[in-house]
């Protein structure tokens, strides 16, 4: 089944603690993109991927780290989590590089207290 | 100012009636529009797709855009409870900048029997 997958989909952690959201794709996605969904602001994008190797910033890339080396994965970082990355997270990928038509995950619902 | 704006409603209909969901956005360097639907507790999928000004229909969808008035629509006809959702215009610059999407904040849509 064509799908984009993310774990966890749940996490509680505490603030500083470093983590990793994973997000991995099975349909040769050329594009990969990260975002983030908070009430009253809608989704916004963190960083996406045209390609392997090839990573840019989205509207809110700060406190957040990515990296694509391989074409199927592209993780989230948080090194040092605050309260304010509390939020719901979802990685998406596109067959285009240029990003049209994305596939979302199921989401990854993250609380840092 | 957002560069996207949508309203967030509650919007709540009837079925059978014809929906009107809209965005207006402040940068004109967006080409590429798009809209998503996204039920609870899922992630988002793509509904439409289309470039630059003009009409694009897909069943009971129809998508508009208006360059020249910053303003996007998408009406839904002869809407069904099952249309019940939250509704997330998205917009791409294109150029050296096309993997870069803005979302508006959506629109929570409710058809009641």
């Known amino acids: 089944e064509a799908q984009v997958t993310q774990n966890p989909r749940y996490l509680i952690t505490v603030t500083g603690k470093k983590l990793t959201v994973t997000c991995s794709q099975n349909?040769?996605?050329?594009?990969m993109s990260w975002y983030r969904q908070d009430p009253g602001l809608g989704l916004r994008q963190i960083y996406y991927?045209?390609?392997?190797?090839?990573?840019d910033k989205g509207d809110v890339p700060e406190g957040y780290k990515v990296s694509r080396k391989e074409k199927r994965n592209f993780p989230l970082i948080l090194e040092s989590p605050s309260p304010n990355q509390t939020s719901l997270y979802f990685c998406?990928?596109?067959?285009?590089?240029?990003?049209?038509?994305?596939?979302f995950g199921p989401g990854t619902r993250l609380t840092v207290t | 100012q957002k560069e996207v704006e949508q309203d967030p409603g509650p919007l709540s209909v009837p079925e059978g009636a014809i929906v009107s969901l809209n965005c207006t956005y402040s940068n004109s360097a967006f080409q590429y529009f798009m809209w998503y639907r996204q039920y609870s507790r899922k992630g988002p999928e793509l509904l439409m797709y289309t470039y630059s000004s003009g009409n694009k229909e897909d069943g009971r969808f129809t998508a508009q855009v208006d360059k020249s008035s910053k303003y996007i629509s998408l009406f839904i006809r002869d809407s069904q409870p099952s249309d019940s959702a939250t509704y997330l215009c998205a917009m791409s610059p294109g150029g050296t900048s096309y993997g870069k999407l803005t979302f508006g904040q959506g629109t929570i849509l409710t058809v009641h029997p």
């Open positions: 991927s045209m390609n392997v190797e090839v990573t």
């Open positions: 998406a990928s596109s067959l285009s590089s240029r990003g049209y038509e994305q596939y």
């Open positions: 349909m040769n996605h050329e594009y």
